[in-house]
């Protein structure tokens, strides 16, 4: 078996030394790896490519969610298997997949758990594997990671906490399979699990293996309202709030946003010059090294 190791040297700094940590515990082991580090945006994508096509079984992804879409979109339909070590921020893949957050116990299952098939979404033709969206969320990615020289959950609360109060929602119109929606929301996310990262879980009936998207919104309310249930947003009991919270399942969900949208794909901003968004399902797209237990939802 062999398995190459891509690591974001901007993430996961309080795990310390992630190459020596993952040469020693390969020590000793009768197992081909090698080793390297992402330079710039995108650089993932390049390497995971290179990996594949010179026949690593197993293509790991050492950072946070960013990264680990970078690294799996050259593995969409191929036979090498994604391998995570979660070092972000929010982590929400390996939290869709019950893949520890502990470093060390998430390096053990890498020889220890089989790869299993999960979906992905694209979204104007782009990948992704955790969450998508457009509204509040996506203004914060882009300040996240335009203007934070920090990683780390603190300096993305503190850009949401910045943007809530002056954010003002714009119409969009939906449409799940066929079925179209009027919204005015904070939030229009575009889920492939229940995680939304963080501990988030935004569409608890969500599963990610099950062919189809979760279209989740959140309306604008006042901010004392909106902190009420946060407790819901970590229960997965935001249901509870309909006045808040709305829902539906699709294999096909478009969004008619206003011109010039910033949306984001698993934490990383990208922008619409138009506005519409056309997002789709793609069953049992990628392999994951993953533990056996039932995926959220099931």
């Given at each position: ?140 990615a882009h300040d996240f990671n335009s203007l934070s020289a920090r990683r780390g959950i603190l ?144």
């Amino acid at each position: 078996m062999s398995y190459f190791f891509i690591i974001n040297p901007k993430a996961g700094r309080k795990y310390g030394d992630i190459r020596g940590r993952i040469e020693r515990f390969f020590s000793g082991r009768k197992l081909h790896y090698e080793i390297e580090f992402t330079k710039a945006r995108e650089h993932a994508t390049e390497l995971s490519t290179r990996a594949s096509l010179a026949g690593f079984a197993r293509i790991i992804a050492a950072g946070g969610d960013g990264t680990i879409r970078e690294t799996a979109i050259p593995l969409i339909s191929k036979e090498a298997s994604l391998g995570i070590l979660p070092c972000g921020s929010g982590n929400g893949l390996a939290r869709n997949l019950y893949i520890p957050l502990d470093f060390d116990a998430a390096l053990e299952g890498l020889i220890k758990w089989e790869p299993r098939p999960i979906d992905a979404g694209l979204a104007n033709g782009r990948p992704f594997f955790c969450a998508s969206g457009v509204g509040l969320d996506a203004e914060v990615a882009h300040d996240f990671n335009s203007l934070s020289a920090r990683r780390g959950i603190l300096p993305y609360v503190w850009h949401a906490a910045r943007r809530i109060l002056s954010y003002k929602p714009a119409p969009v119109t939906a449409r799940v399979d066929g079925r179209r929606l009027e919204l005015l929301s904070l939030v229009n996310a575009v889920l492939n699990g229940v995680q939304y990262g963080g501990g988030a879980r935004m569409a608890p009936g969500a599963y990610i293996d099950d062919g189809k998207l979760d279209l989740v919104s959140v309306k604008k309310a006042s901010l004392p309202r909106l902190l009420a249930a946060v407790p819901a947003l970590f229960r997965g009991t935001l249901s509870e709030h309909p006045a808040l919270y709305s829902s539906c399942q699709g294999k096909t969900i478009e969004l008619d946003c206003p011109g010039g949208t910033w949306y984001h794909l698993d934490g990383e901003d990208f922008y619409s010059q138009d506005g519409k968004l056309k997002f789709t399902a793609l069953p049992s797209a990628l392999k994951v090294i993953a533990p056996k237990q039932s995926l959220p939802g099931r």
